[in-house]
Every structure is written in C-alpha cells, then in structure tokens.
T-cell receptor
C-alpha cells in the first residue's frame, strides 16, 4: 500500500534554532501534501497544503514565515520550523493522497518536536 | 458547514464488548467518510471508510453504519480487544476539499 515516510520521529532543539522535517511518499507521486499539528489529546489541525512546484497554502493563523514549506519534488515535502520557541513544541504530521481516484489519505508517522 | 462532531470523547469497554463511536456532519457535499486509528506517538492510520451510497460496510471486527438522512455515521468495534485501545477519529471529505476531522475518541479496552 501507499506509504508516507516522515523523519525525524523525534527532535529536540534549542530555542532560536531551526528544525527541518521531511515527508516522503515512497511508492507514489504526491503533487499535494498536507502538514498538520496535533496537541495532546486533540484532533489534527491542518497547518498548510504543500503543492509541488508552487507556494504552499497556509491556513488562517499559521505564520508562513515561521513554518516554511518546500515541495521541490513529487515525492518530498519539507517543513522547517524557523527560530523555534518552546510554544512550537508539538506533534507534526504530514499526509498525502496516493491516488486521484481514491479519496483516501495516507499519513506519516509524525514528528515530536521539543524546543528547550 | 465543515464541522464533524464526534462522541464520546472517551470510552472504556471491557474485552469482548462492543465499542461504538458516533459522528455527525453538516455539509451534505461530503462524499467520503474515513475512520482513522491513532496510537500514541504515531500518525493516524486508515481503518475503514464508506461512501454515502452505502448504509453499512464491514471489515473484520470493524463496521461503519451510515445514515444519510440523519447525516450521521458510526464505527462499531465488535469483540473489542486491549490492542484496540487507541484514539479514533472520524473524518469527512468531498472532492477538492481537505479532510475534516472529528474531535477524536480515546478508546480503552480493559482486559
């Protein structure tokens, strides 16, 4: 089946530094990928839609300068948390839709970011 | 219009029992209703999904019941096992839109 690989699974960084999270579609091409943020015991909150070869579309309230998204190829999207602060600590998850025919979405395994 | 309401927020079931999670939606344009299972520290995984032209879909111990007129759908987990303990999310989507998630249900199956 369709697999979305997300790395790293866990990262700890110091305040003020930047962290990059990678999301790869392993056996399909993804023109669109989605980035979510999830707080403990809460649902997934869509942050942005990543489009291959064009700018990402950010949800209202999400700082695009803080959460930089790059979708340089049909199999890779990256989320960079710039100048990270403790309040950016969260669980970040990417997803992609393997087929234009199917409506199903496949999710990565998530990245636990801790900013100290 | 984009909301999906999910209940209960948490559910405790004994091993072998039936777990039932309910969702209701507002947007009649939704045409695909997936359920996701999420274990702690992991991303959601598709469990089962249904389209509104079907009233029920069963895969193993998991069944979706769909009531189009009431705009409601539910997940039934038969013979619940401790390994089913996880957070379950219902979701809805229509072509060209993004996934709309319910608030999630934390299921605990006691041995």
């Amino acid at each position: 089946g369709a697999v979305v690989s997300q790395h790293p699974s866990r990262v700890i960084c110091k305040s003020g530094t930047s962290v990059k999270i990678e999301c790869r579609s392993l056996d399909f091409q993804a023109t669109t990928m989605f980035w979510y943020r999830q707080f403990p015991k809460k649902s997934l909150m869509l942050m942005a839609t990543s489009n291959e070869g064009s700018k990402a579309t950010y949800e209202q309230g999400v700082e695009k300068d803080k959460f930089l998204i790059n979708h340089a190829s049909l199999t890779l999207s990256t989320l960079t948390v710039t100048s990270a602060h403790p309040e950016d600590s969260s669980f970040y998850i990417c997803s992609a839709r393997p087929s234009l025919i199917s409506s199903g979405y496949t999710f990565g395994s998530g990245t636990r970011l801790t900013v100290v | 219009q984009q909301q999906v309401k999910q209940s209960p927020q948490s559910l405790i079931v004994q091993k072998g029992g039936i777990s039932i999670i309910n969702c209701a939606y507002e947007n009649t344009a939704f045409d695909y209703f997936p359920w996701y299972q999420q274990f702690p520290g992991k991303g959601p995984a598709l469990l089962i999904a249904i389209r509104p032209d079907v009233s029920e879909k069963k895969e193993g111990r998991f069944t979706i019941s769909f009531n189009k007129s009431a705009k409601q759908f539910s997940l039934h987990i038969m013979d619940s096992q401790p390994g089913d303990s996880a957070t379950y999310f219902c979701a809805a989507i229509h072509s060209g839109s993004r996934l709309t998630f319910g608030e999630g249900t934390q299921l605990t199956v006691n041995p």
